[in-house]
């Protein structure tokens, strides 16, 4: 247990939160018989919950977030000497740390230019969204609003970002959703045969997939579609990586129809998918959005981001007489100093840690042991993911990729808890389709780590299918 833990009576913590909180994501009839998870503390890789037990944390906080692990004293440090100077002021005036994290990410993004500071990433999202809406207005005469989505993607739980929602299950009972944002198929190589496409197969396959882009833009009218927003590998969609050949032939789409791009890094971004600090960047993909959150200062504070380019910037201050030609958007918390403070040690701890480069041989690690495990349980029908991003899918059957059940893939994930393992699985995302087991530990995980993660579920999945 660690060193810190002591007050081990949490009971009347346990009963104020069954009694006031609403969690997120969670029906709460089974806590009028149990208690809900209460984590208490972190350090490392490892956390205690309310009974003192200790787990190792291969999700990052559940939703693949804190990529430097727990506990970091630095990170808390830089953010109490920020805020005794000065917590906050409204981002219309600047602030030392948001000026200095601005310059240090630009660095890290070529291409790109501006950092637009929020406090979400559906609200990072929606920003993008509004810059779209108000250049189509300003540049083509309020004509090319549309927002191009893919099934499977996610970019926030705000209703304009549920309209720009891929998962069915998660929309569903919230609608109606806002007009102009179009659904463009997935890119899913693993069942491609649903998309009409079970002929081809890699570059081919990329290459046609992204051509059913193309021909949502020809079918709504190029002259109506202002942006196509993507997550570079999806994440609660299934963690779903691009096949080859798909992001060239998407930036030509974009660059041939005049489409801004807009990538979600929310979960990929700083780091998450090893050697670079964005997962487009393995691609060779200039966009014209790029959005952050969850990493960026590993939860440490809230903060997320919207950036772009120099192109975008400037058709935002081309006319300054005109008193509606600028961006005329806030987010109060945008202001808050504690954000861009944790995130410049969080980046520095990436930095002088190699945490990009670890994060790209312990992702190898896991896959390989990922991929064992997918040769001795007939159950895991596909492995994938891209550096401490993976997933591996369940299947009854490896012929027909038939899905287990939610329940199943539920029971495997408490299994796993009870080697002391916290793994993930995708959950309310695509109807009948919550069948994918996540993995994203902090990017400081040891080989170590990985293999007790990986033994834990290669027990599990002994116990759930034999
Ligand atoms: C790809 C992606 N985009 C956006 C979001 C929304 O971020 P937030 O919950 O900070 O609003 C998420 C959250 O999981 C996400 O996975």
Redesign the pocket.
Known sequence: MSGTFTDNDLSHVIAADKAHVWHHLVQHKPFETNDPRIIVEGKGMRVWDQNGKEWLDAVSGA??TVNVGYGRESICKAVYEQMMKMCYFAQAAGSVPAALFAEKLIDKMPGMSRVYYT???????EKAFKMVRQIAHKKYGGKKTKILYRDR??????LA?MSAGGQDERNAQYGPFAPDFVRVPHCMEYRKEELGLGHLSGEAFGIAAANLIEEVILREGPETVGALCL?PV???GGVIEAPEGYWPRVQEICKQYDVLLHI?????GIGRTGTHWFGYQHYGIKPDFV?M??GVASGYA?I?CMVTTEAVFDLFKDDSSDPLNYFRDISTFGGCTAGPAAALENMRIIEDENLLENCTLMGERMMANLRALQEKHPVIGDVRGKGLFLGAELVQDRDSKEPVSEAMAQKVVAEVGNHGVIIGVTNRSIPGRNNTLCFSPALIATADDIDKITDAVDKALTTVFG
């Open positions: 939703v693949w406090n979400s990433g559906s609200e990072a999202n993607d996610y970019h926030g739980g705000t970002t997550e999806t994440a609660g979600d890094e929310v979960v990929c959005t959150a969850k809230a997320a």
